[in-house]
């Protein structure tokens, strides 16, 4: 596929779609990488200025964390970005009982006196849940979905799907030119104790629902893209891809 060896990949981690997990892929593929998120904070355009010297954006080839697309102004040297994007309604039940269960996480002490009703009805924490994907992947003051979507056709190499996690890292290592992949690869930060959908009342979905239309539709989106990625793979490399899937359980 694309010869991305010489530009600067610049992954865009959104919260609770994944990306722990591919922070640690990513950290076994390349040498110069830097990690924003390890406190979990976000940043914003403005911010994440400070975190970089001039050497560095020499001489780094990946840069992930809580931040934006549009970090790559930052650098002046090729560039390609990749992201994760997660079924959003799943993504924010994820989200605060990630946090309600977490007592190192900066937001627990507020979350665990709230309610899942309180937090999705609380306009201080709606940068959090209401139409947080296309915010971040598009960059701009306020979700703007044509301009996320323009986004991710000029600029993004790969938007993996956390539903197709697998496939999505298979195409990440096919499109990338990833080596020496490690096939069992550890899920972290993955919340087992968390009500399913099915268990949220359906006044709450529906608020989700009505709140996230635009995340609603990127996902659709994006996963129409991977998913012709991986219709379009060679007939080995889909042979090679339903191994992958059967060694880490297809999850």
């Not at 044509?146 to 986004?151: G, Q, V």
């Not at 938007?159 to 030119?177: A, D, H, Q, R, Y």
């Amino acid at each position: 596929m694309d010869n991305h060896e010489n530009r600067l990949l610049i992954f865009v981690h959104i919260l609770k779609t994944g990306g722990t997990t591919l922070e640690k892929i990513l950290q076994g593929q390349y040498n110069n990488i830097f990690l924003t998120n390890r406190t979990g904070k976000m940043y914003t355009q403005e911010s994440i200025k400070q975190l970089f010297s001039e050497n560095m954006k020499k001489n780094l080839n990946c840069v992930s964390g809580h931040f934006p697309f549009g970090i790559h102004q930052l650098f002046p040297r090729p560039f390609t970005y990749m992201t994760i994007l997660r079924e959003p309604i799943d993504r924010v039940i994820s989200l605060y009982f990630f946090i309600l269960n977490n007592p190192r996480h900066s937001m627990h002490r507020i979350i665990k006196n709230m309610s899942f009703k309180d937090f999705i009805f609380n306009n201080r924490y709606k940068h959090l849940y209401v139409n947080h994907q296309t915010f971040w992947v598009s960059g701009g003051k306020e979700p703007d979905l044509s301009k996320a979507k323009e986004n991710l056709e000029q600029y993004f190499s790969i938007v993996g799907i956390t539903e197709l996690f697998n496939e999505s890292i298979f195409i990440m290592k096919e499109t990338l030119g990833w080596s020496n992949l490690v096939v069992d690869y550890k899920r972290y930060n993955v919340n087992n104790n968390r009500p399913s959908k099915k268990q949220i009342p359906k006044e709450l979905i529906e608020k989700l629902v009505s709140d996230n239309r635009l995340d609603l539709e990127l996902y659709d989106y994006a996963k129409k893209l991977l998913q012709k990625k991986i219709e379009n793979l060679e007939p080995h490399q889909k042979k090679e891809l339903q191994v992958f899937k059967t060694k880490n359980g297809n999850v």
